[in-house]
C-alpha cells in the first residue's frame, strides 16, 4: 500500500504530465530512465547513474582532512563510515513482530452449551474461570463450595442458582429485558437501570441513562453462567463491580442482585406485574408502587 506522502506525489505528476506518462519497464536494470517532458514533448531527460570512484575522486582532499581529524588513516575512516552506515541501516529496520500463540481451543463441554444457544453472546464462558471439567465431577453442593471459595477474596459477588428459578428468571429477562431498581441510600433512594443482554445484566444510575443512553457506565455487570445447568441443576453468578469510577460497594451489589432475583423469579405476582408494566405501559407507571415494593423486601 502506498503511503500519503506517495499518494500525493503520484497525483502530482499525473497532473504535471498528464495522464500519458510511462515508466520504462526496463527502468530497473537499465543505465538511465527517460521521462517525456511536458514542456517539449520531443525532448527527454536523461539521468546517468553516478559512480563511486567520481565521488572519492571529487571529495579526496575532504576526506583526507577528516582522517587528519579523527587521528585514521583514510582507509580506515572508510571502515568506520561504512560501519557506521551499517548500524544505521540495521537500526532502521522494521522490528519484526513475534508470532501469536495460538487461541486455545474451548473445551468440549464450552462447544456443547454454546452450540444450544440461539445467539452468539460476548459474555464470559464458564471455562474461562474455571476447570469446567473437574466441575462436572462434583456434587452440586461442592460445586457451590469452591464457587464461593474461589472468589471470597476477590472484589466481587457469587451465588448458585436453582435452575428452575434461573429458568423463569431468563425466561422473563428475554421478555422484559430492561427496568428500573430503586436501591436505599442514607437519604431516600437512588434508583438504578438495569438492561438484560442473554445470561448478562447490567446495572447503572437511572440519571445517568437518562443523561447518557447506550454509552452509560455499567456500575454493576452480573454474568449468569448456564453451563451446568442441566447437569448439575444449577446456574453459577458472578457480580463483577465497575471501579472507573466505582460507584457502589459490595453490600450494595449484593442488594442489586436480591431485588433482581425478587423482581424477575422469587418474588410476588405484584412484583412481575411491575416489571411488565414498565414495558409495556411506561404511562400508566408508579413509581411510589415501586418503591413501596422494595420496602417489603428490606
Known amino acids: 500500500m502506498l503511503s500519503t506522502v506517495s499518494r500525493q506525489s503520484l497525483f502530482f505528476i499525473k497532473k504535471q504530465l498528464g495522464a500519458n506518462y510511462s515508466l520504462s519497464r526496463n527502468a530497473a536494470v537499465s543505465s538511465s530512465i527517460r521521462i517525456p517532458s511536458q514542456l517539449n514533448k520531443n525532448r527527454s531527460y536523461q539521468v546517468n547513474p553516478i559512480k563511486l570512484t567520481d565521488l572519492e575522486a571529487k571529495y579526496a582532499e575532504k576526506i583526507k582532512e577528516r582522517a587528519k581529524r579523527e587521528g585514521l588513516t583514510v582507509e580506515q575512516l572508510k571502515e568506520k563510515i561504512k560501519a557506521d552506515a551499517e548500524k544505521k541501516a540495521k537500526e532502521a529496520r522494521p522490528v519484526k513482530i513475534a508470532k501469536q500463540t495460538p487461541t486455545k481451543k474451548p473445551s468440549p463441554e464450552t462447544v456443547a452449551a454454546k452450540s444450544q444457544l440461539p445467539y452468539d453472546s460476548s459474555a464470559p464462558t464458564l471455562d474461562k474461570l474455571v476447570k469446567l471439567e ?15 471459595a474461589g472468589h471470597a477474596t476477590k472484589d466481587c459477588i457469587t451465588a448458585v ?23 436505599p441510600r442514607e437519604e431516600g433512594m437512588e434508583f438504578f437501570f438495569l438492561q438484560f443482554n442473554f ?21 454493576l455487570t452480573i454474568t449468569h453462567f448456564p453451563e451446568l445447568s442441566k447437569s448439575k441443576g444449577i446456574v453459577l453468578m458472578k457480580g463483577d463491580i465497575n471501579n472507573d469510577p466505582r460507584m457502589i460497594d459490595t453490600t450494595n451489589a449484593q442488594f442489586l442482585a436480591f431485588a433482581l432475583q425478587q423482581f424477575y423469579a422469587t418474588g410476588s405476582e405484584k ?3 411491575l416489571v411488565e408494566k414498565f414495558r409495556t405501559k411506561p404511562d400508566e407507571f408508579d413509581f411510589q408502587e415501586l418503591i413501596d ?4 423486601m428490606i
Open 134 to 148: 473437574l466441575l462436572e465431577k462434583e456434587t452440586p453442593e461442592t460445586i457451590e463450595q469452591i464457587w464461593k
Open 161 to 183: 442458582i436453582p435452575t428452575n428459578i434461573y429458568d423463569k428468571m431468563y425466561e422473563r429477562s428475554q421478555k422484559y429485558p430492561m427496568f428500573v431498581v430503586p436501591m
Open 199 to 219: 445470561h448478562q445484566c447490567n446495572f447503572t444510575s437511572l440519571l445517568e441513562y437518562k443523561t447518557k443512553g447506550s454509552e452509560s457506565r455499567p456500575f
Open 271 to 273: 412484583n412481575m406485574a
Open 293 to 296: 415494593a422494595v420496602k417489603t
